[in-house]
């Protein structure tokens, strides 16, 4: 019986949203589990895979820039690098909005049977990506781990949580 593959789907864990322009002490706080658990899922041979919110020079003139005036991620920018020490030479999927397609097709197409989310923030990118992968992937298992992302506020967050759990998605 062939083993089910698995894999670890590490959610724009980028400056911005740690110490830059829309960091929190709460997304701070995460970083070192998440290297942790990138190491541990490393080491349980599952895949790694990052998503990075990226953004153009126009972003005030985009609908999401519209709606948060705060120029974050644009691509080239410090800002919009992955955290130093999480990343190697994983797939990573430049997304300019919160949820992407392409990963969610990446994950049907590679056939994993779980796929566990952690990273920034759980009440916009992770839960967009999760209920994308929910649509494209229905027979496959799919986590969070919850001190492993962090959200725009700690309410949020917890706001989040429940609503994926609501949607079959396990919180861990």
């Not at 899922?41 to 895949?47: H, I, Q, V, W």
Request: aromatic share 6%; charged share 25%; proline share 3%.
């Amino acid at each position: 019986m062939e083993k089910e593959k698995k894999c670890l789907i590490v959610i724009d864990m980028q400056k911005d949203f740690i110490d830059g322009a829309l960091g929190t002490a709460e997304a701070q706080a995460i970083v070192g589990r998440v290297k942790e658990r990138i190491a541990a899922a490393k080491a349980e041979g599952r895949d790694v895979v990052f998503t990075r919110d990226t953004h153009g020079e126009n972003y005030l003139e985009t609908q999401e820039g519209r709606n948060l005036p705060i120029v974050h991620c644009v691509k080239g920018t410090a800002g919009w690098e992955i955290a130093k020490g999480l990343h190697e030479n994983e797939p990573v999927f430049d997304k300019p909005g919160f949820g992407s397609c392409e990963l969610a097709a990446y994950v049907r197409e590679k056939g994993y049977g779980e796929a566990e989310l952690i990273g920034v923030c759980t009440d916009i990118c992770v839960i967009s990506n999760a209920l994308l992968i929910k649509a494209f992937c229905p027979e496959t298992k799919i986590s969070v781990r919850a001190d492993c992302c962090a959200g725009v506020t700690p309410q949020r967050h917890g706001t989040a949580l429940s609503a994926m759990s609501a949607c079959q998605i396990s919180v861990l």
